[in-house]
């Protein structure tokens, strides 16, 4: 049986390029709508940062991170603007338009 941090990342890699998910998708679709929180302790120490890209996760209001762990505040910023995914002046993105759909994080 996977532990939990593994089944973040993998659930994790399967937000497409372009697109974002929010800590509580990620929780939800992991197995516990409870774990957003422990969502964020497992990207913290991401073993893997070239295959998991939690750059990708954002806070249920579209917030990027104020302390991108893997290279500071612009960072996170700047791998999802190279994506396409815009980010506004106060470091939201428009969830209406960049959020994954939770089903394709459960298949």
Known sequence: MKNVFERIYETVK????????????????????????????ALHVNPDPANIKCYRVVNRNGRISPAFVFGGENRQRKLLEAEGVFVN??????LEKYLVDTFILMM
Do not use: C, L, S
């Open 14 to 41: 399967k937000i497409p390029e372009g697109k974002v998910a929010t800590y509580g998708q990620i929780a939800f679709a992991a197995g516990n709508e409870h774990w957003a929180r422990v969502v964020g302790y």
């Open 89 to 94: 002046k106060d470091g939201i993105v428009d």
